[in-house]
């Protein structure tokens, strides 16, 4: 791909989000960063966290992985809905009649002090890790195609893009996401779509019956796996999927954040439903781009990278004619500023609110200046926590964010759990040990099932395993009245 294309494509993108960031951060006030003056319209929030949803993994890294594991993702993703519902039903409500900027102060109201502090530090690691690595995949596919060429160095090209990101969300905070993640996820949208079209036309379909016929007869599209001890088994799967969306969306401040900029709950809850209906199918054209991909390559003697996070990178950009290297980055490019935009607007947002307490112990005139400077921290702290994974990771990016997810959010399901669907008071300070133990007893459990449960093999489900061991602490050391 030419460079200057590329440069210049991703200038104008830059261009049209910092027109919308200078159009929603005026007349800011300090609460506006937070909750975007509550006024969101519902629609644009459920078409927004489909991009926030899906990020670069899902562009890049799940038509890849249908070569390793055909569509058992879908198993997944169909346990999503079940895990939306419980959140519009259960979660939102509860939120809505609290009132809350941080979802996390629920905990300090029914366990106290130290069990909300725990919470809030699990989101901020767990929210941390994941989006970098989802920006890092990003960074790495954008190093290929442009700053390579440019002779500009990781590590710079990193800095320029977490640093695009703080430009124009350091004002308007969660208003100004609302809006460029409805930008960004018609672009990535329109940029699946695009390339599943051209790849067809490059294997001479003829019409959309072609392309059904073409990836329901491959291999590759099976979606079910009743082998019991799979990591891939559908139960595990359809299970860990709902889970998964409870802690990574209902119980995750970047996800609730958005919802909580909704006039109402009635708005919140048709959000909720509509954004389920459109990312199952969303996900399903991810899968379907995958034997897409696969079937191009074999057909044109393309050899498929070792790392399957590669491919589609790999064919778009030196495969693929210019027209469909330019939509795939621009698909790219929105998918990843999509997530990383209001992932640092929340983490600002959680440690302002749960750990500084910024509403509580400063004036309104030392709050935005405050903020702006935690902002900028989460920034650098995003850059060197994406230098660490370009060290260390060697696996597919997707199967790495719900790894830790499955460690980091695992006490926040067993607190949330506990509150919930008890009555029970606990020893408030027993809780950040507990926090600490479950993740490391399902570590422990996990790495040796096999040998321990008769070839019991755990995938996603390390989660619940997690939570469970987290509900069970918390009971033993329940408050006698």
Not at 13 to 22: E, R
Not at 377 to 400: C, E, K, P, R
Not at 446 to 458: D, Q, V
């Amino acid at each position: 791909m030419n460079p200057t294309i590329v440069l210049l494509v991703i200038s104008v993108y830059f261009l049209m989000l910092f027109s919308i960031s200078w159009f929603t951060s005026r007349k800011v006030t300090a609460e506006t960063f937070f909750t975007g003056d509550r006024q969101s319209p519902w629609f644009l929030v459920a078409f927004g966290m489909i991009g926030a949803s899906l990020s670069g993994v899902t562009f890049i890294s799940v038509p890849g992985e249908v070569g390793n594991s055909n569509f058992f993702y879908f198993q997944v993703v169909l346990g999503y809905t079940l895990g939306y519902f419980t959140i519009a039903k259960v979660l939102l409500p509860l939120y809505y009649r609290l009132n809350l900027v941080s979802i996390y102060s629920y905990l300090e109201d029914r366990f106290g002090f130290w069990s909300y502090k725990t919470g809030a530090f699990f989101f901020i690691l767990s929210r941390t890790l994941g989006s970098s690595l989802r920006v890092f995949l990003v960074a790495s596919v954008l190093q290929l195609i442009l700053f390579d060429s440019l002779g500009i160095p990781f590590w710079v090209s990193v800095l320029i893009t977490v640093g695009l990101i703080w430009l124009y969300t350091h004002r308007g905070g969660i208003k100004t996401v609302v809006w460029t993640d409805t930008l960004q996820t018609f672009f990535m949208l329109a940029a699946v779509v695009t390339c599943i079209i051209l790849v067809g036309e490059e294997l001479s379909f003829a019409g959309i019956s072609d392309y059904f016929s073409a990836v329901s007869n491959d291999p590759r599209s099976d979606i079910f796996n009743w082998d019991w001890k799979a990591g891939t088994n559908f139960f595990k799967q359809f299970i860990s999927g709902a889970f998964i969306t409870i802690v990574m969306t209902g119980l995750d401040q970047d996800m609730m954040q958005k919802n909580l900029t909704c006039k109402n709950i009635g708005d919140a809850q048709k959000n909720m439903f509509w954004f389920t209906i459109i990312l199952v199918f969303v996900n399903l054209l991810f899968l379907a781009l995958g034997v897409m991909l696969y079937l191009y390559a074999e057909t044109n003697g393309i050899a498929i990278p070792t790392k399957t996070d590669e491919l589609f990178p790999l064919l778009a950009t030196q495969h693929f004619s210019e027209f469909a290297g330019i939509v795939f980055v621009l698909g790219i490019t929105a998918a990843a500023y999509s997530s990383a935009d209001s992932t640092l607007t929340a983490l600002t947002t959680s440690f302002c609110i749960d750990f500084l307490e910024i509403e509580r112990k400063y004036p309104k005139e030392k709050q935005i200046p405050l903020r702006k400077k935690v902002h900028l921290a989460f920034t650098g702290v995003m850059f060197l926590a994406i230098l660490i994974f370009h060290w260390i990771n060697d696996q597919s990016v997707i199967n790495s964010v719900f790894i830790i997810a499955g460690y980091t959010y695992g006490p926040l399901l067993g607190l949330y759990s506990f509150g919930l669907f008890t009555k029970l008071k606990v020893k408030d300070r027993v809780v950040p040990y507990l926090a600490v133990a479950a993740p490391l007893i399902t570590f422990m459990i996990s790495s040796n099932s096999e040998a321990w449960l008769w070839g019991y093999k755990f995938g996603f489900e390390a989660l619940i395993l997690n939570g469970l061991l987290m509900f069970i602490g918390l009971y033993m050391f329940r408050r006698k009245n």
